[in-house]
């Protein structure tokens, strides 16, 4: 199916571990972006990629790594899992540096 | 540093009339966005306006003033299926305008 899809959809891990949350888009969208969305503080940035190989920090990077080695994903991981990356997290792509985004579902992430 | 500022809530009956506003600061302005969210739902994109004036997209209709660093989103004829939060953007300029960083939103209740 054409779209953007995150997995897994929900997800609780212990505090330490390494944890990825998965992004495929299947138009070929060369933007994409990861949000954390946490009640009172909206939608925050944490990176983003304007195209295979290249990718930047957002707002809030720090405890994140990303990779985006194909066009069609971009990958989150968490090294090493704290209680305050407790959140959603959603994948945005757009086709042009100027266009309206389109979101994943989210993935809501637990961390005990 | 950017900020945007929208008010957190707001209330209204079916049928009638809101105004969502968004006051936004940021020296390099690429345009001011508005985003949908239901409740468990991911965002979708609204609308765009990147030159002053009124965008009219069905019921919906968004204005901007640059001058003034300010826009509004406006929905009519509200119904029960607007209940949603909302949320403005502007493009990031710490990131060239690539990514967009978004307001708090604003929680639209509407009751019958």
């Known amino acids: 199916d054409a779209g953007i899809t995150q997995s897994p959809r929900y997800k609780i891990t212990e505090t330490g571990r390494q944890v990825t949350l998965m992004c495929h888009q299947t138009w070929s969208h060369s933007y994409m972006f990861w949000y954390r969305q946490d009640l009172g503080h909206g939608l925050r940035l944490i990176y983003y990629s304007a195209a295979a190989d290249i990718t930047d920090k957002g707002e809030v990077p720090d405890g994140y790594v990303v990779s985006r080695s194909k066009t069609e994903n971009f990958p989150l991981t968490l090294e090493s899992a704290t209680r305050s990356q407790t959140s959603v997290y959603f994948c945005a792509s757009s086709e042009a540096r100027g266009d309206g985004y389109t979101f994943g579902s989210g993935t809501r992430l637990t961390v005990v | 540093g950017q900020s945007l500022e929208q008010p957190s809530e707001v209330t209204a009956v079916e049928g009638a009339i809101v105004q969502i506003n968004c006051t936004y600061q940021t020296s390099g302005f690429y345009g001011l966005s508005w985003y949908q969210q239901h409740d468990g739902g991911a965002p979708t994109f609204l609308s765009y306006?990147?030159?002053?004036g009124l965008e009219e997209t069905g019921r919906f209709s968004s204005f901007l003033s640059r001058s003034d660093s300010y826009g509004y989103l406006l929905l009519q004829e509200l119904q029960m299926k607007d209940s949603a939060s909302y949320f403005c953007a502007v493009r990031d300029e710490d990131q060239a305008g690539t990514a967009l960083i978004f307001g708090k939103g604003t929680t639209l209740s509407v009751s019958s």
């Open positions: 306006n990147a030159l002053d």
